[in-house]
């Protein structure tokens, strides 16, 4: 039973105001470790809401616009500051209602900062690029504009970090926001918008408002003052956004699922291999987008393979993430629980070899929280749907290949291509693998995870649609590009009939 009478109420943030909602009404969100704490009781906004915080960017867009680029960088710098003297307090509100070890909280925050780092200094780097006329006398340049009014929908696994690569490069940009967060994670957004706030934001740069997905999701897609949406959730629901926007004629940008592998080739390294798969399937409780729910493993190397990931996976201490000496921390939510559960239950039923946990734990220190064992299937065949689905958890199916042509095969028959992952001393092996995984992001001798802030990050096939974020594309998908052509002879002259 949880008790919501004693935390505290957080508000929306709207052309500069902490406000209520115009519901009346607000929703509770427990911590995921131990289900009767509430961390915090948030807005249950409505349709209205979106419209007014719309209306609230709208109206600052031109003003924030007009700002030159470096002078929004000095602000991100401020909120630099502020993110480092807020770093625990952060890593903390993440593990709270997230659940994720605090270690990775943590690593959470530092990811943050070093996207606002970057981004803050491409303020001054904001190019477009001069080039030759084809008319005398002509100067021909490009310059980036602001879309305008940018709707940024986000996911509950990384509370900071995806909201932070969003918000980052589309207000450097010279884009105002109306941001909602997960409903399940929307104490650390409170803090990420109070830090913006904080750090001299103008009012109605940035809006913020929690609730429903299903119901204000619609608005922030569908109002006509919303020039861009950039998403990052599940492929069902990017799909139905990219669709509407699109037919909208909307600037869409949506990362969505993954089922991503790590492929051990006979000749790896299983000093890096093994701990590469653990730390890839069983950290942050697999609830990463990057996170490895696929092992394809040679069959020379297969058994070596196996006893070593068995010994090491079982060793995991599963607990409260806030306890430092835990590796698993539980599932985020009731909703995530079941759905590892179920896939666990499909896996066995599917006749795959259930080699390794797969329970619920439900005694003692677990009893209040989301816990799910470390879970190993053998024996899975690639049309199984433990195999195909995304579980979004520590499940982690093994497959046996014959060659690396059947390794990438594998891996490539998915309908996802976010990551993936290669464990071999061999370069030819790992450049065929390169030039031929379907995957946005390759890693070799590296674990599936992660990726570097001022690189391009995103997926192909169901994976991802329009622009990846991040690096230099990152800033691509928040402006548009404007073609200027200046003529300055002093009189008439002969010109194009092309166009
Ligand atoms: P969801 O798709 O359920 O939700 C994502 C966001 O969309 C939430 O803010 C949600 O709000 C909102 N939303 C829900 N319905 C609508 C709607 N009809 N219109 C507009 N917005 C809506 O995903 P999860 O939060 O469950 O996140 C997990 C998923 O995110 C996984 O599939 C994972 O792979 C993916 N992910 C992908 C990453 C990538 O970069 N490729 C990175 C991280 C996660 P509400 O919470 O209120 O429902």
């Known amino acids: 039973m949880t008790d919501n009478s004693s935390a505290k109420t957080h508000q929306n943030f709207i052309g500069g105001k902490w406000q209520d909602s115009i519901s009346g009404q607000v929703y509770p969100v427990a911590n995921p470790a131990h289900t ?12 209205q809401d979106a419209e007014n915080a719309i209306a609230a960017a709208d109206a600052a867009a031109k003003d924030w616009a007009s700002m030159p680029a470096p002078q929004r ?19 903390e509100a993440i593990t709270m209602e997230e659940g994720k070890p605090i270690a990775d909280a943590m690593g959470e925050v530092k990811r943050a900062m070093n996207i606002i780092e970057y981004a803050a200094g491409e303020g001054r780097r904001l ?13 021909a340049y490009t310059v980036k ?34 941001y ?24 109605g740069v940035l809006n913020f408002i929690t609730g429903p997905g299903s119901s204000i999701g619609n608005t922030l897609v569908e109002d006509p003052r919303v020039a861009g949406i950039s998403f990052t959730g599940s492929t069902e629901i990017g799909t139905a956004i990219t669709a509407r926007g699109s037919e909208l004629l909307k600037k869409m940008q949506c ?85 590892v559960l179920e896939y666990i239950g499909i896996g066995t039923e599917e006749g795959a ?9 439900q005694d003692g220190e677990f009893a209040d929280g989301y816990y799910v064992e470390p879970t190993i299937f053998e024996d899975v065949k690639p049309e199984m749907r433990i195999a195909q689905e995304e579980i979004f958890g520590p499940v982690l199916s093994v497959f046996k290949a014959s060659g690396l042509q059947d390794a990438i095969r594998i891996n490539n028959d998915v309908e996802f291509g976010l990551s993936s992952s290669i464990y071999t001393r061999d370069l030819v092996q790992a450049h065929e693998y390169i ?44 402006s548009e590009t404007v073609t200027v052509y200046i003529d300055h002879s002093a009189g008439a002259k002969e010109r194009s009939r092309f166009i």
């Not at 960088?73 to 890593?91: S, T, V």
């Not at 909602?180 to 706030?197: G, M, N, Y």
């Not at 006893?307 to 993430?321: H, P, R, V, Y």
């Open 36 to 47: 009767s704490q509430v961390v915090g009781n948030f807005q249950s906004s409505l349709p």
């Open 73 to 91: 960088g000095a602000i991100l710098y401020k909120a630099l500051d502020i993110f480092g003297r807020r770093a625990q307090e952060l890593a």
């Open 127 to 139: 190019f477009g690029y001069t080039t030759p006329s084809e008319l005398p006398d002509t100067v």
């Open 145 to 178: 504009r602001p879309l305008g009014v940018v709707a940024l929908i986000t996911p509950w696994n990384f509370p900071l970090a995806i909201p932070v690569w969003k918000l980052a490069p589309c207000l450097i940009a010279g884009n105002t926001v109306v």
């Open 180 to 203: 909602k967060p997960a409903s399940a994670t929307p104490l650390t957004a409170v803090k990420t918008v109070e830090i913006f706030e904080e750090a001299g934001l103008p009012p």
């Open 255 to 339: 990362e969505m699922g993954g089922k991503n592998a790590a492929i051990i080739m006979n000749d790896a390294d299983l000093e890096k291999a093994v701990p590469g798969v653990v730390q890839g399937a069983f950290g942050s409780t697999g609830q990463r987008c990057t996170a490895t729910s696929r092992a394809i493993v040679e069959d020379g190397i297969y058994d070596e393979f196996m006893s070593t990931l068995i010994e090491q996976t079982s060793a995991l201490k599963i607990g409260d993430g806030m306890d430092e000496s835990k590796d698993v921390a539980p599932l985020s939510s009731r909703n995530q629980l079941e759905t």
């Open 353 to 361: 070899k259930l080699t390794l946990g797969g329970h619920h734990l």
């Open 435 to 478: 030039n031929t995984s379907h995957n946005g992001m390759v890693h070799v001798n590296a674990p599936t995870l992660g990726g570097e802030v001022h690189l391009p990050f995103g997926g192909l096939g169901s994976s991802g649609i329009g622009q990846r974020e991040q690096g230099t594309e990152g800033f691509d998908f928040f």
